[in-house]
């Protein structure tokens, strides 16, 4: 609202100081204004301007050069518009900067080697843009420098060594760029670190052990690269670590013991490498610890007791590795877990009935090992549990009544086991049921009438057992149901038979039906 042609008297957003007598615009502060436009040339004649605040508009166009000339400049503000073209070089003679943000835009090309010039600058945040090039060498000579974020860009190029020089930068984040070559040795010199975040990238080499100076560290990702070598025993140096990524690597070598010194830890993620050796007794250290994925490596050896003491954990994936051993009653413990992700192991031995204390438990997956006895009725306290499966495993002895008071229950596989006994009537019960997998086991006996309520099943898979006696004529009552497998039985059938429309896959093959 502009009601006069001073600027320093009452123009929305304008701040004037006085200089040498004379008032000179020294703040411009139109954020989040819905303006539009270009930047003018002309912006540049505000050679006293310290603040220039354009943040969450819609402006486009480029940044022009004259920028260069708002030597008083402390804060440059333009993030989150639409602006386009390079960061103009003359940016490096804005000698008094302390902040820039020109995030959220659509800026191309390179960071230009002159922001090396602005020894000022505590914060560079250039992330979500589409900047190309390396990062400039020049870059380790801005040592007052907390924030440096470079993520969400098209980055190439390896680390600079001179990164090693911002001794007081807070956090870096570089990740979701093209980035190549080793992590810099260097990188353990900013002690003062709390954010690292390089994943997403295509770097190489190993992890150096210097990583183990930064000890004020809490969130060290550098997940989805293609670093190679062992995790360095010196991680365990990092006591404030919160956060700890490095999935979808080549590391190689065993978790070190010495992450039992992570008593801060809350996230592990270390899935997809090539890991071997066991898992460390250590891990019982870790208290805080609520996520452990370590699935798909070479892990070999027993599941530690220990793991009973990470009373806050909430998810353990462990799946397709090469475990061997029992499934330690201990993990009973963890009364707050509700993912349990066992599956695809060599595990003996039987499911401890203290599974049963894990009343959070909303995915329990336990196939394709070797475990043997009997399912525990005090799976039945489970009441929270949306998936269960135990298939592919040596698994004796009946289906437990107790899985009635899986109420939430919604696909249950219990296949290519050894399971006798009928299906348990209260199976039929179970009001969330949606897919039933019991094929390849000793199961006897008749489906009742009672199975036709169950109006939410979409599918039965019952081939290879020893059911007999009709199938139920009210089957075509199961609206939804889409595939029926009643294979390698004894069922016979009678006239009255009527399948449901939405039926999709239907075997009945090796039975005694006629007609």
Not at 124 to 151: A, M, R
Not at 172 to 199: D, E, K, W
Not at 297 to 308: A, K
Request: charged fraction near 5%; charge should be neutral.
């Amino acid at each position: 609202n502009v009601t006069s042609s001073d600027p320093c008297g009452a123009w929305y957003g304008v701040t004037c100081s006085e200089v040498v007598g004379e008032c000179h615009v020294s703040q411009l502060t139109l954020a989040a204004n819905n303006l539009v436009g270009r930047l003018p040339n002309s912006i540049g004649n505000l050679t006293y301007m310290a603040d220039l605040e354009l943040q969450s508009n819609q402006l486009w166009g480029g940044i022009p050069s004259s920028i260069g000339d708002l030597v008083q400049l402390q804060n440059l503000n333009v993030y989150s518009n639409q602006l386009r073209g390079s960061i103009p070089t003359s940016v490096g003679d804005l000698v008094q900067l302390q902040n820039i943000a020109m995030y959220s835009n659509l800026l191309t090309g390179s960071i230009p080697a002159s922001i090396g010039n602005l020894v000022q600058l505590q914060k560079l945040q250039l992330f979500s843009n589409q900047l190309t090039g390396s990062i400039p060498s020049s870059i380790g000579d801005l040592v007052q420098l907390l924030y440096l974020d470079l993520y969400f860009n098209q980055l190439t190029g390896t680390v600079p060594t001179s990164i090693g020089n911002l001794s007081r930068l807070h956090s870096l984040q570089l990740f979701s760029n093209q980035l190549r070559g080793s992590i810099p040795p260097s990188i353990g010199n900013l002690v003062q670190l709390q954010n690292l975040a390089m994943y997403s990238n295509k770097l190489t080499g190993s992890i150096p052990s210097s990583i183990g100076n930064l000890v004020q560290m809490r969130i060290l990702a550098f997940s989805s690269n293609r670093l190679i070598g062992s995790v360095p025993s010196a991680i365990g140096n990092l006591a404030q670590l919160q956060d700890l990524q490095f999935f979808s690597n080549q590391l190689t070598g065993s978790i070190p013991s010495s992450i039992g010194n992570l008593a801060q830890l809350i996230f592990f993620d270390a899935f997809s490498n090539q890991l071997t050796g066991s898992i460390p007794s250590s891990i019982g250290s870790m208290a805080q610890l609520q996520n452990f994925d370590a699935f798909s490596n070479f892990l070999t050896g027993s599941i530690p007791s220990s793991i009973g003491d990470i009373v806050q954990m909430q998810y353990l994936y462990l799946d397709s590795n090469q475990l061997t051993g029992s499934i330690p009653s201990s993990i009973g413990n963890l009364i707050q877990l509700q993912f349990l992700f066992l599956y695809s192991n060599h595990l003996t031995g039987t499911i401890a009935s203290s599974i049963g204390n894990l009343v959070q438990m909303q995915y329990l997956l336990l196939s394709i090992n070797h475990l043997t006895g009997t399912i525990p009725p005090s799976i039945g306290n489970l009441v929270r549990l949306l998936n269960m499966q135990i298939f592919s495993n040596h698994l004796k002895g009946r289906i437990p009544s107790s899985i009635a008071n899986l109420v939430q229950l919604q696909d249950l596989y219990l296949y290519s086991n050894q399971l006798t006994g009928s299906i348990p009537s209260t199976v039929w019960q179970l009001p969330s049921l949606r897919s039933m997998f019991l094929f390849e086991n000793n199961l006897n006996g008749t489906l009742p009438r009672a199975m036709c309520r169950q109006h939410g099943l979409t599918g039965l898979y019952l081939g290879v057992n020893s059911f007999h006696g009709d199938i139920p004529s009210c089957v075509d009552q199961l609206p939804g149901l889409t595939a029926l497998d009643l294979s390698g039985n004894q069922f016979t059938v009678n006239a009255s038979l009527r399948l449901p429309s939405s039926l999709q896959y239907l075997d009945v093959s090796s039975n005694r039906l006629n007609g």
